[in-house]
C-alpha cells in the first residue's frame, strides 16, 4: 500500500484500505459493533487466536494437571523461553537474549539491581523527566536501597517545551558520574520516539549501561537492540502486542551479559536443567533466563501465544509501515476538519521520530473524552491535557479513522462535552 496523496473523502480513506494486506486482521480481533477503539496503547483487544491459546492451556490444566508442565499442547516448562523466542524477532534480539516474566515494574528492579554497580563518582542513574512514573519510582527505590539519595542521585533530563526530550541533552547529561540510564523508546505523552541507536552508541562511549523501557513501541516499531548494543529492555505485552489485561512482561538482556548473576535471584533464575537438583547455591541460567524469578505465571502469558503467532504472519515492518500511513492520514484530518476547535497535535510530525499514536493537546481534554466515548470512540486521557489516540495497524482501518474526524467534529461543533463534569475517571 502506498499512501501517495491526500484526499478527506470516505472514499478515498476506502480505497486505501482496499490496497492494504493487513486488512485481513481485523478479522482477527472482536470489536463491538459501531465502536472506534483507539486505544490500544494502553490496551490491545483480544484476538480470537489469543483466547484459542488461553482456552488450550487451560485445557492442558484440565487434563493433565501437574503433568502440563512437561506435556500438553503449550507445555509450562518451556513457555517463557519459546515466547521471548517469538518476541525476540520485534526488538531484533537473538532468542536467548529475550524471556517473557514480571511485568515493567518488577523487571526494571531485577534489571537495575542487576547492572547498577555505583563505583567512586559514578553513582548516578539518568532518566528522563516525561518519563512514566512507575519507573520513576522504581529507580527512586533501587537507590535508596543502595543508600543514596534520590534527589542528588537520580538525574532527570529536562524537557525544553514540556513534550519532548532532545537527545543532545540526554548525551550531555552522560557524565562520568553516571552508571546507569533508563530511557522509554516512545515517551507515552506525546508518542516522541527516541534515537536509541545514537543514545546505546554514545552510552558504550562513555561506558554507562543503558536499559530501555519498550512499553510504548514493542509490536508497533521494529528495533535493533542487539546490533545497537543495548544493555537491557523492558516491556508489556498487553498494549500493541494484546496479551490481555496485566498480561506477564517481558524482558531483553543483551546476550554480551550472558552469565551474569541476577540481582534478584529465583528458583527460576536456575540453568533449566539443573533447577530441580534444588541445590542452595544457583547457577544461573545462560540466558536472559536468569532474570526470572518465580514460577511463571501460565494463565496470563497464554494469550501471548496466539498473540505473537499474528505477529508472525503480518510483520513488524508492514505494521510500522502502515501505523506511520495511519497516524499520518489522521494528523491530516484533524488539521483539515478540526482546525477551527483549539486543538493542538503535540507529537512530533517527522516519522523517524513518531511512535503509534497521535497526541492531542486541549483544554478540555477530560470533557471532550467523556463525550468520545458517548459516541462510540475509545481514546485514552493523560493529564492535564492530552487526549492520545491510537490506530492501531492490525484492527483500525482508515475509514476509521476517517469516521473517528467525523465524529471528533460533530462532539465539537455542537459543544456535545459541555454537559459532562471537567473531572477525569478513577481509570484514566
Known amino acids: 500500500m502506498h499512501q501517495t496523496s491526500f484526499n478527506p473523502t470516505l472514499e478515498f480513506a476506502q480505497l486505501l484500505d482496499s490496497q492494504d494486506s493487513l486488512s485481513p486482521f481485523k478479522e482477527e480481533f472482536y470489536l463491538n459493533e459501531g465502536m472506534i477503539y483507539l486505544d490500544g496503547n494502553s490496551l490491545g483487544l ?73 563505583m567512586g563518582k559514578r553513582t548516578k542513574i539518568l532518566a528522563d523527566s516525561l518519563t512514566f512514573p512507575s519507573d520513576i519510582y522504581a529507580l527512586q527505590s533501587q537507590l535508596k536501597l543502595h543508600g543514596y539519595s534520590p534527589e542528588e542521585h537520580l538525574v532527570l533530563v529536562p524537557s525544553r517545551d514540556g513534550r519532548l526530550i532532545e537527545e543532545d541533552d540526554i548525551i550531555d547529561a552522560m557524565t562520568d558520574e553516571v552508571a546507569l540510564v533508563l530511557l522509554p523508546s516512545v515517551l507515552y505523552r506525546s508518542g516522541q520516539l527516541l534515537d536509541i541507536k545514537r543514545l546505546a552508541s554514545a552510552a558504550q562511549e562513555k561506558g554507562i549501561i543503558l536499559g530501555i523501557d519498550a512499553a510504548h513501541s514493542i509490536g508497533a516499531i521494529p528495533h535493533q537492540f542487539h546490533d545497537w548494543g543495548v544493555d537491557f529492555a523492558v516491556w508489556c505485552n498487553y498494549k500493541y502486542l494484546n496479551s490481555g489485561p496485566g498480561g506477564v512482561g517481558g524482558l531483553f538482556v543483551h546476550n554480551k551479559h550472558a552469565g551474569i548473576m541476577p540481582g534478584l ?47 508472525e504472519e503480518a510483520s513488524i515492518e508492514k505494521i510500522r509501515l502502515k501505523s506511520l500511513q495511519l497516524t499520518e492520514y489522521f494528523m491530516n484530518l484533524i488539521e483539515l476538519e478540526l482546525s477551527d476547535y ?87
Open 342 to 428: 483549539g486543538f493542538t497535535i503535540a507529537n512530533p510530525r517527522e516519522g523517524e521520530r513518531r511512535g503509534g499514536h497521535v497526541s492531542l493537546e486541549h483544554e478540555e481534554a477530560i470533557r471532550i473524552c467523556k463525550s468520545l466515548k458517548e459516541n462510540k470512540i475509545i481514546p485514552d486521557f493523560r493529564a492535564p491535557n492530552i487526549i492520545r489516540l491510537a490506530p492501531i495497524a492490525l484492527y483500525t482501518s482508515f475509514a476509521d479513522v476517517w469516521e473517528a474526524v467525523q465524529r471528533i467534529k460533530k462532539i465539537m461543533s455542537e459543544k456535545q462535552y459541555e454537559k459532562f463534569e471537567n473531572k477525569r475517571e478513577t481509570v484514566a
Open 46 to 118: 483480544l484476538s480470537k487466536r489469543a483466547e484459542q491459546s488461553l482456552l488450550e492451556s487451560l485445557n492442558d490444566w484440565k487434563q493433565l494437571a501437574i503433568d502440563g508442565w512437561m506435556s500438553g499442547t503449550h507445555p509450562w516448562f518451556t513457555l517463557a523461553e519459546r515466547l521471548g523466542a517469538m518476541t525476540a524477532p520485534l526488538i531484533g534480539a537473538l532468542p536467548e537474549e529475550t524471556i517473557v516474566t514480571g511485568s515493567i515494574t518488577t523487571n526494571i528492579h531485577q534489571l537495575v539491581s542487576t547492572f547498577y554497580k555505583p
Open 265 to 311: 535471584a529465583g528458583w527460576f533464575s536456575s540453568k533449566k536443567e539443573k533447577q530441580f537438583d534444588m541445590e542452595y547455591t544457583l547457577d544461573p541460567a545462560p540466558t536472559a533466563g536468569a532474570l526470572q524469578i518465580g514460577t511463571p505465571h501460565i494463565l496470563s502469558m497464554a494469550p501471548l501465544i496466539g498473540s505473537l503467532q499474528i505477529f
